[in-house]
């Protein structure tokens, strides 16, 4: 029951961040002559196309209920591998790059399944230690891409569209289906939402949070292939803070952190609040510092606003 | 635990035969994994287990190991504080900033009010909104970096008369033969550890941290508790914040980034339970000191300075592991 109540509460709702999005994107075409244009929109889009991707994965850990900080450590590394292995050859080199993300986010997955262990806790060692893997293979060195083919890329379009863009809507909505239209998704939030009961109900959950841990690895080496393809570089210290910009957008699209609730559209929304954001306040030159301070009052607000507006659960006290 | 529960499908989980040595080994087994590094490092490097180099690795870690204390009681009290970081360049810009414009005292002063502060909002928030103190503690980790960067204007401060001023005593200070660092974080760990175990304040932090409902049914103010875990992490940020600053005499204005997963990992280590109601500042001062002992041992056999971090990460999980493993008697989980 819990997985077909999370399936189309998941769907139905229309997500709150949508309006504050559609309010700022109002309010930056009145504040900026730059803002509502074309290249200044599909440039939005490739900024948020980073954290973006990682976010759609990011989306299904966190209605399992889990969390994965590592993947700010994972997009360094894919983007070093990817940089770094282009002068052996340029498959290999993204082969590798993709091919560590999901290595990576198996073992974090493995580990979360045969331990037990939290997936908190996992994932903060992981981010620790996939950065120190990160530098020591590095040697505290930027790369730079040696093959003009990989740089171009990341700058090329198709039509009036970034390559990029492309690339992270058509992401989107696969990620959308998979959400919505498969038991892979009907199951995602049946777990989060009771695991006791979905093993029960024979979901195999070790194996199913597992292939979620997959996916946001996945996409965290994505993210960071386009990146280094965006900038013709990689430094080692390349994604770092960016879980805390992932986690900060899925939760502004809805998900809950208990899990069994969430949406990809509503991640889609909070990667737009966060990136209009940013866009905006840099068209009007306010300091970038401020975006910080606007972003972690927005996110708190978000929260009192969730608390206030849903019912409180029979769980709380009041005192 | 018989083989009744078994798994029927997947890798059986394993049992622990010989039970008593290996629940022993399994509940020491950080320490004793520890120990065992230890040696390797002292046979490796003659320099390890001499007294200056113990002195100044416990120095070295004193600073994470004052926050981490902090970080603990929010933890036992059922929350956790991802903030500290931020907070800690927070406030070392600002007493260095300060000390210059309106001399030591006042600096100091004004130092302690104004993280004290922060640490009312994460506490009002969480405590009183009860808002979820992971994503709180971490909208407030970017909206303090924010500020630290609007306060600095992005420079970095630093103290103009280095020599002159009695500040330098906090960092750099030497009282009866030991650092006053390794001193402040002892007198911490020894108050914190009294609060916690000994009086009725640190017995319903662990009740609202083990069992809020229960702990609100039997008339503990859970608001005014989880409010005060704050103020206490704020304290002793604030007093990281002024070894800090007194030791380096500048700050860059990024100063603590990372340090919340540095302090979390030391937690952990020492075997912590994120969960809350549980834990205690000794395990908390042991598992800082390991981080600090593994990071020093490795630098003195020559491996590059980032190694620590991968060591860090395996050392992380097998601690949490065998601690889970002892409790359900069975190293793997059983579902598929």
């Known amino acids: 029951m819990t997985s077909i109540k999370g399936f189309f509460r998941g769907r139905a709702k229309i997500q709150p961040i949508w309006i504050f999005v559609i309010a700022i994107f109002i309010f930056f075409s009145f504040m900026s002559e730059y803002f509502l244009s074309w290249g200044n929109i599909t440039n939005i889009l490739v900024q948020t196309s980073t954290i973006g991707l990682i976010a759609l994965g990011m989306t299904l850990v966190m209605i399992n209920g889990n969390i994965d900080l590592s993947v700010g450590a994972i997009l360094g590394l894919a983007a070093s591998l990817a940089v770094g292995l282009q002068e052996i050859s340029m498959t290999l080199a993204i082969a590798a790059a993709l091919g560590a993300g999901i290595l990576l986010g198996a073992i974090n997955g493995l580990i979360v399944w045969k331990t037990g262990v939290n997936a908190f806790i996992v994932t903060l060692g992981a981010m620790l230690g996939i950065r120190g893997l990160l530098f020591v293979y590095t040697d505290e060195q930027s790369f730079y891409a040696s093959n003009f083919a990989f740089s171009d890329f990341g700058m090329s379009s198709i039509g009036p569209m970034p390559v990029l863009a492309i690339i992270f809507l058509v992401c989107v909505l696969i990620m959308h289906l998979v959400l919505t239209r498969t038991s892979h998704g009907r199951n995602t939030f049946a777990v989060g939402g009771n695991p006791e009961a979905s093993i029960d109900a024979g979901i195999r959950l070790g194996r199913h949070m597992m292939i979620n841990f997959i996916i946001v690895g996945f996409f965290a080496a994505l993210a960071g292939v386009l990146l280094s393809s965006q900038m013709g570089a990689a430094t080692p210290n390349l994604g770092r803070d960016y879980e805390l910009w992932v986690i900060t957008a899925v939760v502004l699209g809805g998900t809950k952190l208990t899990g069994g609730s969430g949406s990809i559209i509503g991640t889609l929304g909070g990667v737009l609040a966060i990136g209009i954001l940013r866009n905006g306040m840099n068209l009007m030159q306010v300091p970038a510092f401020y975006v910080l301070v606007v972003l972690g009052v927005i996110l708190i607000s978000v929260l009192i606003i969730d608390k206030k507006v849903n019912v409180p659960s029979s769980k709380e006290v009041r005192i | ?336």
């Open chain 2, 1 to 336: 635990m018989a083989s009744a529960d078994q798994p029927k499908s997947g890798l059986p989980g394993v049992k622990l035969s010989k039970a008593g040595v290996m629940s022993f080994l399994s509940a020491q087994g950080i320490l004793i994994f520890f120990l065992l590094g230890m040696l390797a490092f002292s046979l490796f490097s003659e320099q390890f287990l001499s007294q200056s180099n113990i002195m100044t690795v416990i120095r070295q870690a004193s600073i994470i190991g004052i926050i981490a204390i902090g970080v603990t009681v929010v933890i036992i009290g059922g929350n956790l504080d991802l903030s500290v970081g931020s907070m800690l360049s927070f406030s070392t810009v600002l007493v260095v900033d300060l000390h210059d414009k309106i001399g030591p005292t006042n600096a100091i002063l004004l130092m302690f009010a104004f993280t004290l502060m922060i640490g009312a909002v994460n506490g009002f928030l969480i405590g009183f909104l009860r808002l979820n103190s992971l994503i709180v503690t971490l909208a407030m980790l970017s909206a303090i970096q924010g500020l630290v960067l609007i306060y600095s204007g992005g420079q970095n401060v630093d103290i103009a008369d280095q020599e002159g001023t009695w500040f330098a005593f906090f960092g750099r200070g030497y009282l009866g033969g030991i650092a006053v660092p390794i001193l402040l974080f002892g007198l911490l760990a020894i108050v914190v550890q009294i609060v916690m175990s000994r009086t009725g304040y640190g017995r319903r932090i662990f009740a609202v941290g083990g069992n809020p409902m229960a702990a609100v049914y039997s008339g503990i103010r859970k608001n005014w508790c989880v409010f005060s875990t704050y103020l206490i992490s704020a304290f002793c940020v604030a007093c990281a914040a002024l070894v800090l600053g007194s030791r380096v005499m500048g700050s860059q204005n990024n100063v603590g980034q990372g340090y919340e997963l540095l302090v979390l990992a030391g937690i952990i280590l020492g075997g912590t339970s994120l969960l809350g109601g549980a834990g205690s500042i000794w395990k908390t001062v042991i598992g800082v000191l390991m981080l600090g002992f593994i990071q020093n041992g490795l630098l003195l056999m020559g491996y590059p300075y980032y190694t620590q971090w991968i060591v860090t990460w395996v050392i992380i999980i097998l601690a949490v592991w065998l601690d889970l493993a002892n409790k359900r008697k069975s190293l793997f989980t059983t579902h598929s």
